[in-house]
């Protein structure tokens, strides 16, 4: 479609009732493919998008957007900003920004990923199912295993002479197997996100998925009390992730963080530095400009242990009186300007994982926990969470638990964290970013069981 | 909405590589969002979606494709593309596109397109001030506005041409309550298919109320013990256990690959004797109804369980062949961008004999979820989580005081079983199911229940 032509229209269109104007496009090229019993159950392709537009008008700032791209929109996108901009009565200033001095390059898009043959894809995706079902007799069947690829193209453009444009890729693939022995049934998952393709590799997906199943069976819960836990890397991850929301600077300056005033000051154990680095080679949050046009920054946001920064956009930073840390986002073109991390992880340790194991003498091991959208609270910091995982007795993993809770706060569990292993590794990417962890080591938690 | 010509095009180039069922999915939707934060309309956005998906099957196996250009060159393109992944001799179809007659179930008076913006700001405001006045404590509280309209076709290869309009109104309001650098949130977020007369229903400011007592009430809850115990959950919100530990079981997506605990179970007792349970799609004007299903069939009430028997699946078109099935109107995606599978409407226990007077008095000591949060479940193997956002103690018979911080675990074929009260006090309650097919708007509900013994984690003794 031939959006160089529209852009033009709605700025021309739009200057007589509008100040300043922005339009945000996002375009996605998706490809999809579940196997199932040797046979491609489900192909799903998609081209699409959408345009985003801002418009201020006497200092407020309105919001629309259409899918239909065509002159048929132009109208109305202009009337809607005019009518959402109307009401806004936030004190807080947002503006259309002028641009970045100097942005980095990068380079988000791999060729290689675009120009392996989709039949190479296909077949993929069937040995890793055929691999899982072979791998052992109690795999007795496989409820999820699937390819996907998405291209992405963002531009931004505005009246005040942003004119920036992106394009990425990533591919990911996911399998979850489901195993039994007698009644008990138990499942096993794992994952790759990467825009090199030569990293698939589909027997290592396939064992590790199979293993994990197999590990679980037989697990029984565990008497109540508190424990000494070690998340597994990208469980962490996860529950970082959920609390993201305490780190951004528009819940902090409305009284939803308990973060307020706290920058310099200690907020978590010494050994523990959190990163946001928006240049990571094949990072699915890599971006040179964030989703306002200011150009992205490396930065520590917890420096061992003493909090450094929020992570900010123009308005609260302008807030604040600082600059923008270029974290500026929109969930999609449907969604206003929000605040999201880029890659943020935290530093390896220097424990390996068997030394968290070794020196625990009693106490678990999580390797997947459940219910984070509703068992955490990200304004009080209170989690309650299924998990399972395994027992560890006297440095040595015993046996598999099940059917339990870990019970915390996680302002707490920052500042109670002991060891820090050396294994980075990212979770399946959600909402906003990219989040990674090495496994880590807790004092004590709350665990129910029995 | 599209020229029943280009259909019949497109679903014959959908069909030309051997495929023996093609379908169409056009929409178009005008949403209006905002969000209000201490009184003061932070942002308010408003746009139209517009795409179309084309199906294909191929036996048990399906090709989806979408886009947002509706033009007819383009649209034989996308079909012709999605239909290359298929290989196969034509089949002998001949169309005959018939538009279907659709009963009403969600009438609908005022059109929220046709209200000015500020009348729905008037609401929100409501809603600010009767949640911010309701107690000191109240240190934040966020409103959110959506309304939608929904615009629909649905052809398919069979001969069927269906339209259908879905209007939703929702109102989220959030209360954050703050003590000794604690903080603590409350939450009440009413809605239903219908327009903007939703508000001659529902009272904003008593909701804005609700969402703050809670808050208030669990910033002076003490923690949560943990461990084993009978636990008495109120009706409403609280049928989201059943939506997650066995709703969700219940979908063809899990059943009919049989990764689901409950497949292969069809009359066969699942639960104890006093649960009954239904998916209703046609409830007037309830959240989670709609007159045809994303695949443009007739929503239906569905029995699932009767006294503790499984009666029945919630099914869609392509996992009814593999299950030799008939669909049950329950197919369902968030938008064109997803294809269709078997979801859950308005799920709920139905109502039993006991009073509620009679459920916590014969409850020696345990814990009344009075508010459930949301929650997941891992339909493979049955094991389920939920969040409690509002709790008590039961003590001796009586409700004590205020919990916080309990999330409730367990199995689902298992908590089935452990089921032996249930309430004559029926309520269904708003949220929002997140699955393969995206997010759909969905009632969950029911009387007061006792389950005998469910693992409760909280947090007290970690100190």
Known sequence: ??????????????????????????????????????????????????????????????????????????????????????????????????????????????????????????????????????????VVSIDGCSYGEVESYRILQNTK??????????????????????????????????????????????????????????????????????????IFANILETFIPI?????????????????????????????????????????????????????????????????????TANKDGISSTGNGYRGSYKSPLSIAPTNLYVENGDSSFEDLIKSTDHGLLIIDVQGLHSGANPVSGDYSLSAYGYEIENGNIKRPVNQITIAGNFYDTLKDIEKIGNDLKFALP??????????????KLSVSGE | MLNKNIIENVLYAALSTGGDFAEIFVEDKYITNMKMVGGLLENSISGRDYGVGIRIFNGFNSVYAYTNDSSE???????????????????????????????????????PKSVEKSKKIEIMKRGHFGAKNYDESISQVTVSYLDEEQNVLIANSEGLLAEDQRVRTRLAIQSVATKRG?????????????????????????????????????????????GKMPVVIHNGFGGVLFHEACGHGLEATSVAKETSVFSNKLNKKVASPVVTAIDDGTIPNEWGTTNIDDEGIPTKKNLLIENGILKGYLVDKLNGRRMNYEPTGSSRRQSYKLPPTSRMNN??????????????????????????????VNPATGDFNFAVMEGYLIENGKITKPVRGATLIGNGSEVLEKIDMVGNNLKL???????????????????????????VGGRKGDE
């Not at chain 1, 032509?5 to 375009?27: H, P, R, Y």
């Not at chain 2, 007659?101 to 008076?109: A, F, Q, T, Y």
């Not at chain 2, 039993?352 to 459930?372: H, M, Q």
Request: charged fraction near 30%; charge should be negative.
């Open chain 1, 247 to 315: 780190f951004l600077a528009e819940n902090v300056q409305k009284g939803l963080s308990l973060l307020k005033s706290k920058i310099d000051n200690e907020i978590a154990a010494p050994i523990f530095t959190l990163i946001d680095n928006p240049f990571m080679e094949d990072g699915v949050g890599s971006r040179a400009f964030d989703d306002e046009g200011m150009a992205t920054k490396y930065k520590k946001i917890i420096d061992e242990g003493i909090l450094k920064t929020y992570f900010h956009n123009w308005k």
């Open chain 2, 182 to 226: 604690e903080m603590q949130i409350g939450y009440s977020a009413p809605g239903a298919s219908m327009g903007f007369e939703f508000y001659d229903n529902i009272n904003a400011e008593e909701h804005g109320k609700e969402a703050s007592r809670i808050a208030k009430t669990m910033i002076n809850a003490d923690l949560c013990p943990s």
């Open chain 1, 161 to 234: 002479g942003i004119n920036l444009e992106e394009k990425k890729n990533t591919a990911y693939c996911y399998l979850s197997v489901v195993v039994k022995e007698n009644e008990d049934i138990k499942t096993g998952s794992s994952y790759i996100v990467s825009n090199d393709f030569s990293k698939f590799d589909y027997k290592s997906l396939a064992k590790e998925a199979v293993e994990e199943g197999l590990s679980m069976l037989g697990a029984k819960s565990i008497k109540s009390g508190n424990y000494p836990i070690i998340f597994e890397n990208h």
């Open chain 1, 1 to 138: 479609m031939d959006y160089k032509n529209t852009v033009e229209k709605i700025f021309e269109s739009g200057k007589d009732s509008l100040d300043d104007m922005e339009v945000f496009i996002e375009q996605e090229k998706e490809i999809e493919i579940d196997v199932f019993e040797g046979e491609i159950d489900k192909y799903n392709i998609s081209e699409s998008g959408g345009l985003s537009f801002r418009g201020v008008s006497n200092g407020k700032i309105g919001y629309s957007y259409t899918e239909k791209i065509d002159e048929s929109s132009v109208n109305l996108i202009i009337k809607d900003a005019v009518e959402n901009g109307k009401y806004i009565d936030s004190l807080d200033k947002e503006e259309i920004f002028s641009g970045s001095k100097e942005y980095e390059e990068l380079n988000l898009y791999n060729e290689e990923l675009s120009k392996t043959p989709l039949d190479k894809k296909m077949e993929f995706v069937k040995s890793l199912e055929k691999e899982a079902l072979s791998l052992d007799n109690r």
């Open chain 2, 429 to 455: 309650s708003q949220g929002m199911c997140g699955s393969v097919s995206g997010l759909v708007p969905v009632n969950v509900g029911q009387p007061t229940i006792r389950v005998k013994s469910l693992t």
């Open chain 1, 430 to 443: 959600g909402m906003g970013g990219q989040i990674g962890s090495p496994s880590i080591k807790i004092k």
């Open chain 2, 347 to 376: 799920t709920y226990i139905a109502e039993g004999k006991s009073t509620f007077e009679e459920i916590v008095s014969n409850t020696e000591s345990g814990l009344f979820a009075k508010k459930l949060g949301g929650g997941s």
């Open chain 2, 73 to 111: 060159e383009n649209l034989m393109k996308v079909a012709k593309e999605a239909a290359l992944a298929i290989n196969l001799e034509k089949k002998d179809i001949i169309l005959n596109l018939m538009k279907s007659d659709i009963k009403n179930n969600n009438k609908v008076i005022v059109l």
